[in-house]
């Protein structure tokens, strides 16, 4: 059985953020989606949302999202940062997501799980990881 609903809602200037649980995400309860309308361009026709951003573990706070959320409806510049996936966020998120639910890569057999994986990944070599040759 999946757990899954809209926790919060917040509305800044013409936009709308939902923010979101699902037992069956990558990390569990470990994480929230935030969803957004208002956008000129939505995703389709049926669904006027588009999914912006996952937060996990100790990102996970009501104060930390709607922050983002507010920055995101009055900061045109960080917008379109955000929906061109070119923040520092949305680079090691991807990176995380890259990496997760693979317990045979070194990075996850040695940091023993998804949550130490994404405090390393957080915390110190993100952006090292990425330059490397050796990562592709």
Request: net charge negative; glycine share 6%.
């Amino acid at each position: 059985m999946t757990l899954y609903g809209v926790e919060e809602t917040y509305h800044f200037g013409e936009f709308k953020f939902e923010v979101g649980f699902d037992s069956g995400f990558e990390t569990g309860l470990d994480q929230r989606d935030v969803w957004v309308t208002g956008l000129p361009v939505e995703r389709d026709e049926n669904d006027k949302s588009r999914h912006l951003r996952a937060f996990y573990f100790d990102e996970v706070n009501n104060t930390h999202i709607r922050a983002f959320c507010k920055k995101f409806a009055e900061d045109a510049e960080y917008r379109e940062q955000c929906l061109a996936q070119t923040t520092d966020w949305a680079i090691r998120n991807a990176l995380f997501y890259r990496n997760i639910g693979m317990v045979e890569t070194p990075a996850m057999q040695s940091l023993h799980g998804e949550q130490n994986l994404w405090g390393f990944l957080k915390e110190h070599w993100w952006e090292q990881i990425l330059d490397s040759q050796n990562y592709s």
